[in-house]
């Protein structure tokens, strides 16, 4: 079993940056990939970024790709999504998941966060 937590939401202009955390329990974090999600007013969940269990293997959606960066810190069981050049249309509730990647590299999600809300005003 593994609980996830989110933090680090919050309200931030656009061009700016954030930095979300999920803080992870249980002791094998390290053999779970994990990846976040976000989900916008009226909009279904969709794929932010993934990362493996060792941390060397990311993944992206088109829409954040060289703004957004995944990493994690399995001695401290807390990943990471750092966040730059913020848009509005970034404005949603953060998801961070952890699961297992299938052969064609999408995640598997087994748990999920509470969410974390981010808001970027014009």
């Known amino acids: 079993q593994v609980q996830l937590v989110e933090s680090g939401g919050g309200l931030v202009q656009a061009g700016g940056s954030l930095r979300l955390s999920c803080a992870a329990s249980?002791?094998?974090?390290?053999?779970?990939?994990m990846g976040w999600f976000r989900q916008a007013p009226g909009k279904e969940r969709e794929f932010v970024g993934v990362?493996?269990?060792?941390?060397?293997?990311?993944d992206y959606a088109d829409s954040v790709k060289g703004r957004f960066t995944i990493s994690r810190d399995n001695t401290e069981n807390t990943g990471y999504l750092q966040m730059n050049s913020l848009k509005p249309e970034d404005t949603a509730v953060y998801y961070c998941?952890?699961?297992?990647?299938?052969?064609?590299?999408?995640?598997?999600?087994?748990?999920w966060g509470q969410g974390t809300q981010v808001t970027v005003s014009s």
């Open positions: 990362i493996n269990g060792d941390g060397y293997i990311t």
């Open positions: 249980g002791r094998t974090f390290s053999s779970y990939a």
């Open positions: 998941a952890a699961g297992r990647l299938n052969v064609a590299g999408g995640l598997q999600v087994e748990y």
